[in-house]
Every structure is written in structure tokens, then in C-alpha cells.
Nanobody
Framework: QVQLVESGGGLVQAGGSLRLSCAASGRTFSSYAMGWFRQAPGKEREFVATISWSGGRTYYADSVKGRFTISRDNAKNTVYLQMNSLKPEDTAVYYC?????????????????WGQGTQVTVSS
């Protein structure tokens, strides 16, 4: 079992930056692929970025490439999402996710574990 708690969301102007954090419980954090997904009002939840258990592989949605960076600190059981050059269309609830399987843009399964989400609002 893994419990995930996100933090770092908030209101920011377009062009600004935020860093989201996701703290995970459990002693096997380093075994899990981790990821960030988001859901805007009236839209389906979508893939944002994921990182392999070792941190050696990262994947990004085309819409955030070059602006967002995912990273992890296995010693702290934490995964991060640094978001720069934010746009109003980035406004959504951001969810942290974990899975023992690979998390990548073309995956067909849903992650096994989810956090409660953190709101990110980008004003124009």
C-alpha cells in the first residue's frame, strides 16, 4: 500500500512558476514508478509527466515539454513537478500517482495509487 499526499498548488499569474510535491508513505517508494496527471473542469484526467523508479527515465505530455520537469528523491520518498512558464490552460487539479508497472504516455492501465489532488490555477 502506498499513500500519496500532494502539496504546492496555488494561484499564479501566466508566465509564473510553481513546484508541486508528492510525499509517499511506505518503505518501498523506490520500487514505484511515479507520475503526475491533471484534470481540468469538464475534461478527462490526462497524463502530464512520469518518472521511472530509479529516476533514469522521464516522460512528458507534448503540452508541457520544455516547461515542466519531474524529479524524485527516493531518500525523502518524494516526487516533484517543477512547472515553469505556466499558461492559463495549465489550470487543473493535479494528481500524484504511483504504480509498480511502467507509467508512460501510451499506457493503457490506470495507476494503482492516487493522491487527493492539489489545485493549480493560472490567471491570464
Amino acid at each position: 500500500q502506498v499513500q500519496l499526499v500532494e502539496s504546492g498548488g496555488g494561484l499564479v499569474q501566466a508566465g509564473g512558476s510553481l513546484r508541486l510535491s508528492c510525499a509517499a508513505s511506505g518503505r518501498t517508494f523506490s520500487s514505484y514508478a511515479m507520475g503526475w496527471f491533471r484534470q481540468a473542469p469538464g475534461k478527462e484526467r490526462e497524463f502530464v509527466a512520469t518518472i521511472s523508479w530509479s529516476g533514469g527515465r522521464t516522460y512528458y505530455a507534448d503540452s508541457v515539454k520544455g516547461r515542466f520537469t519531474i524529479s524524485r528523491d527516493n531518500a525523502k520518498n518524494t516526487v516533484y513537478l517543477q512547472m515553469n512558464s505556466l499558461k492559463p490552460e495549465d489550470t487543473a487539479v493535479y494528481y500524484c500517482a504511483a504504480d509498480l508497472r511502467i507509467l508512460e504516455p501510451t499506457m493503457t492501465h490506470k495507476p494503482d495509487y492516487w493522491g487527493q489532488g492539489t489545485q493549480v490555477t493560472v490567471s491570464s
